[in-house]
């Protein structure tokens, strides 16, 4: 189960690679594209946020650090879930939960 903050916005993915992986093992943005395999402006812009986390990108970033690829898409749907939970706010409240005998049951 993926967690998501409610009082601040999660990290971004890109902010936990520069922060947590590229600067306390001194690498740059541009040996990281090379090392992973990808052009450098992916890893820039994921970097400075600009860019969502791919699976592929997962995959690679698990790669080279020796994470699990669910490491890294985790920081992205918590990312994720936290804006989405902010814009559909006032629509989300519109929403009346269903009555426990009343909820679908799956199978």
Do not use: C
Not at 38 to 56: C, E, I
């Amino acid at each position: 189960m993926v967690t998501v903050p409610t009082h601040r916005p999660p990290s971004h993915p890109g902010e936990m690679l520069l922060e947590e992986f590229l600067e306390p093992l001194g690498i740059t943005q541009t040996d990281l594209a090379e090392r992973i395999g990808v052009p450098f402006q992916r890893v820039n812009s994921l970097v400075n946020g600009r860019r969502a986390l791919t699976p592929d990108t997962a995959l690679r970033l698990s790669r080279v650090f020796g994470t699990t690829p669910g490491f890294w898409m985790n920081h992205q749907l918590r990312w994720d879930l936290y804006h989405a939970q902010v814009e559909a706010k006032v629509e989300l409240k519109r929403i009346k939960p269903l009555r426990r005998k009343d909820r679908v049951t799956a199978g």
